[in-house]
């Protein structure tokens, strides 16, 4: 299995969890399965899509990755059509809309980095952000062990 495949498997349980949680929060989930590139799930009763990204590395980097463009072309922030982004960074989740992503983006103009990425064969175009700076943008920020704990629980 490549590492793309294994950090594909990965994001997959976090976005099963995820969904456990809104479902035990009494909302309808439903998954988009397949290679769909704008967002993860919506939420039936709500009609808001969201998108997971996992950054476990800002975890000890202190930041969070905002890819906007890949081979040649918007995606990451400007190519999403979520209306919610959840960042994992392996010790909670922070909830922030791409439009408050993008405000941030304009008020603190951060250099943009272009690199090659473990597991991808190309380079993207991102930002770099201090995970604590879109804390201060997000809507929340929930501990990891209290939705993993909640979905859990559910299930016993």
């Known amino acids: ?33 397949g290679k769909f590139k704008n967002f993860d799930f919506f939420l039936a009763n709500t009609k808001e899509a969201y998108e997971v990204k996992q950054d476990w590395k800002a975890h000890y980097s202190g930041n969070l990755v905002v890819e906007i463009e890949m081979f040649g072309k918007p995606s990451g922030l400007m190519g999403t059509t979520a209306d919610w982004w959840i960042f994992d960074t392996k010790t909670e989740f922070i909830f922030i809309t791409p439009r408050k992503l993008k405000d941030l983006i304009v008020s603190l103009n951060p250099p943009l980095r272009i690199f090659t990425g473990k597991g991808d064969t190309q380079p993207k175009k991102a930002y770099l952000i201090p995970v604590e700076t879109i804390k201060k943008y997000s809507s929340r920020d929930v501990p990891r062990d209290q939705i993993l704990q909640k979905t859990t629980h559910k299930h016993i």
């Open 1 to 33: 299995m490549t590492e793309f495949d294994t950090s594909l498997d990965i994001g997959k349980q976090r976005e099963d969890q995820l969904i456990a949680f809104f479902q035990s929060l009494g909302h309808k989930p439903i998954a988009i399965p």
